[in-house]
């Protein structure tokens, strides 16, 4: 730590107390913390490691899973997919060559990576996270900074344990305001309505911190859904100072630290920005005003109420003839008309499920609306819980016995359909109200469409047949 | 270095549409090549039959951290990619690996670029000269540990200077 006095963001003591080496320009060589590893962008990093003859210089602080294209079917049968049986068998031979714990896919701490790491107690605050996967960030909501690299930065990873990084510029977003109690508007929905706001380059190359009174009161599982989107925005990380709802969430996990109540006392001291420390950009919203929120485009700015039209490309340019043209392109893909109504948008599938969106939490909110309820005639609904521990927990409350009876899927975790690796696809053409992360052209499958919102708006899609303001829903009770 | 340019004129052109996750399974280049830009343009690869730099919109690379799409875009001899600006993951990822050289422009200079031109790309000079055109347009300022990837040839080439 610095001693000099000057005010510090959370983001800058963090930055600081993991810098081995710095350059004139602000550069640094840093320290991680925790390396996590998946099947999809790691064998390239491994082989490169095999060539040059080096050793993984930290086997134990680096943690393996299967997530990106494990099947979400029948486990118990061989895998369809060569190519991704392929891939697994290489994680599992990279890990076992080179000494890393793996949660592969018949572990029952299988899951997503970015659902796992806060599980087991990996994700700690005040740490240097990274993961070959640009939804890192997800693990800033305990005040780590968490980076998503590609896969030679991967391998100068596992070769170093640290990695030079450019400094890259702070932005604070203020979530003022409170969600309230109805359940029907989320966090999702205030990410959501900032990147709408800011667009999807509005945090290009800067580390967020959130921070306001509806950060306050979210939940950590909230906090993640924000911080995980930090990159639709452009973001390098998204943090959130740590406070009692995150020590209390690191306690008690199968991988917590001995010393955890001498490290909750110096979080407590430590993770937080100093009054009147300076951040490069500030955006602010009100929550309480926002409306549950639904993309109808294909970048997730392109986002409005539920209870708009789809706007004109006109309306949606702000002028700019670039976003003219894109909403114009995106309309032409998504198979829809300017001045639709959101709520007259009729999904063919709906997915719960992603590093975003696949939580306990998220999976109670989305039960809520279908508990007592069915599956609309034509669409074909799906909950991938994010890890085998999400699942089991989420069986103890019976939600899947909701789920299963309204007529939905129950399927075993990974990230599945939101990125199209597994069997999990979108036909060309169809459409899917999703609670991931992505609404790219081709994300969930070839011509496959996406929209998308909330888990309990993605649940009351599949109910009503169409896009729904869940406001006026009755939901049922909390377990 | 110099070549022809291919110009997309399109924004927020995301890694998902650079090549989509069906094939981060893929790791042959060649393989992973034929599918480049598969998402905008099926005819990408034989467009880039002798040219070597793409031109697009602002934030180009947006979205996964997969280093396939640098990959995927050099298989197709993509040498350079000209852009007003660039998400940060795919940037690192074309000098980490050394795979093409991330070019930042003002928005001008993209605007004025079409697709065709013969460019020449001067980083030392931090110049784009359009040959088909006779102008000259600057390259935004290279942080230096980036410009010391690049010079280094990757980032495992790269030791910190004396």
């Known amino acids: ?479 | 270095m110099r070549g022809v340019a291919t110009k997309y004129e399109r924004d927020n052109i995301d890694t998902d549409v650079i090549i989509p996750g069906t094939y981060l399974k893929v790791h042959d280049h060649a393989e992973l090549a034929r599918h480049a830009m598969e998402g905008i343009d099926p005819d990408f690869h034989s467009r880039m039959e002798g040219r070597s730099i793409l031109v697009a919109g602002r934030n180009f690379g947006c979205g996964s951290s997969r280093e396939h799409a640098p990959i995927a875009l050099a298989g197709c001899g993509v040498r350079a990619v000209l852009a007003p600006s660039f998400a940060r993951i795919f940037y690192r990822n074309c000098v980490d690996g050394a795979y093409l050289l991330p070019v930042e422009v003002g928005q001008e200079a993209y605007e004025s670029i079409s697709d065709g031109d013969e460019l020449e790309v001067d980083m030392a000079a931090r110049r784009v000269r359009n040959l088909t055109r006779g102008e000259e347009h600057e390259i935004a300022p290279v942080p230096e540990i980036i410009s010391g990837i690049i010079e280094a040839g990757g980032l495992f080439r790269y030791r910190v200077p004396e």
């Open chain 1, 1 to 479: 730590m610095t001693g000099d006095g000057a005010p510090r963001t959370l983001f800058g003591k963090v930055w600081d107390a993991h810098t081995v080496d710095t350059r004139d320009d602000g550069a640094a060589l840093l320290y991680i913390d925790r390396h996590l590893v998946h099947e999809v962008t790691s064998p390239q990093a491994f082989e490169g490691l095999r060539q040059s003859g080096r050793r993984v210089r930290r086997p134990g602080l680096t943690t393996a899973t299967m997530d990106h294209n494990v099947p979400t079917g029948d486990r118990s049968l061989p895998m369809a997919d060569d190519t991704s049986a392929a891939q697994m068998r290489a994680l599992e031979r990279n890990c076992a060559e080179f000494g890393i714990e793996l949660h592969g896919m018949g572990s029952a701490s299988q899951g997503i990576v970015h659902v796992i790491g806060p599980e087991l107690g990996l994700t700690l605050p005040g740490s240097t996270i990274v993961c070959g996967d640009s939804h890192t960030a997800t693990h800033g909501a305990f005040g780590a900074l968490a980076m998503g690299i590609g896969t030679s930065e991967v391998e100068h990873v596992l070769a170093t344990q640290a990695l030079w990084l450019e400094r890259p510029e702070e932005m604070l977003v203020r979530m003022d305001g409170s969600l309230g109690s109805s359940r029907a508007i989320t966090p999702k929905d205030a990410i959501l309505s900032v990147i709408r706001e800011i667009g999807p380059a509005g945090a290009r190359g800067a580390a967020i911190e959130y921070a306001g009174s509806a950060i306050s009161e979210m939940s950590m599982e909230g906090r993640m859904t924000v911080c995980n989107m930090s990159i639709e925005a452009g973001a390098r990380a998204g943090m959130v100072a740590p406070d009692e709802k995150t020590f209390a969430h690191v306690r008690d996990r199968p991988r917590t630290p001995r010393n955890i109540d001498a490290l909750v006392e110096s979080w407590r001291e430590t993770l937080f920005t100093d009054a009147g420390a300076e951040r490069d950009r500030e955006h602010a919203i009100d929550v309480s005003r926002i409306a549950p929120q639904v993309s109808w485009g294909t970048d997730p700015g392109m986002t409005c109420d539920i209870t708009e039209a789809i706007p004109t490309p006109a309306e949606f340019s702000r002028g700019d003839e670039s976003r003219r043209a894109a909403a114009e392109r995106a309309l032409e893909y998504i198979g829809l008309e300017a001045g639709t109504p959101m709520e007259d948008v009729r999904p063919d599938r709906v997915f719960v499920g992603s590093c975003t969106n696949a939580r306990l939490g998220d999976l109670r909110e989305a039960a809520a609306a279908v508990r007592g309820r069915r599956v609309a005639d034509g669409v074909r609904a799906m909950v991938v819980p994010g890890s085998q521990e999400v699942k089991r927990l989420a069986e103890a409350e019976g939600l899947d016995r909701d789920f299963v009876g309204a007529g939905f899927e129950w399927r075993e975790s990974g990230c599945s359909m939101c990125l199209g690796m597994n069997e999990d696809v979108l036909g060309p053409g169809e459409r899917c109200a999703s609670t991931s992360n992505r609404n790219f052209e081709g994300r969930q499958g070839a011509r496959g469409r996406t929209h998308l919102m909330s888990p309990v708006m993605a649940a009351a899609a599949a109910i009503a047949g169409h896009l729904v303001d869940v406001r006026g829903w009755e939901l049922a009770e909390a377990v």
